[in-house]
């Protein structure tokens, strides 16, 4: 793997977690490196970056607060995603994970191409949410 495309999701990973950048950002960012996807699990804490010919790796993620919860609530996750697209005051990429968790999410995929997040739960009941146009 290219240790520039490495270095440019570290630094993605750091802007989200420090509440530095932006979904928007990162989202631009790591498309402009040729990134495909990328995954967050929470019960790993960890991030996978993809490439579409193939190669991947991953970083390691902060652990995120709380249990995953047993069942899927897709309205405390959408609420949870909603504040994020909004930058609500007090917001942060750490709450935001610990509210997915405590809605259940267990990871969550970004894809570029198919714009949209996908988020999981522990059952495998998913909710997908589109990028704004």
């Given amino acids: 793997m290219d240790p520039r495309k490495q270095a440019v999701a570290a630094a993605c990973l750091k802007g989200a977690e420090e509440n530095t950048l932006s979904?928007?950002?990162i989202v631009g960012t790591l498309m402009a490196e040729g990134f495909e996807s990328y995954l967050v699990d929470f019960r790993r804490a960890r991030a996978s970056y993809y490439l579409p010919d193939g190669e991947s790796f991953e970083l390691a993620t902060h652990q995120v607060e709380g249990p995953i919860a047993p069942a899927f609530h897709a309205g405390a996750l959408q609420a949870a995603i909603r504040e994020a697209q909004q930058q609500v005051p007090g917001y942060t990429y750490r709450g935001f994970c610990a509210k997915?968790?405590?809605a259940g999410c267990a990871f969550y995929i970004?894809?570029?191409?198919?714009?949209?997040?996908?988020y999981v739960g522990r059952t495998g009941e998913t909710h997908v949410e589109r990028f704004p146009d």
């Avoid at 970004?110 to 996908?118: M, Q």
């Fill in 23 to 25: 979904f928007p950002e």
């Fill in 110 to 118: 970004v894809s570029f191409p198919g714009r949209r997040a996908l």
């Fill in 100 to 102: 997915a968790a405590a």
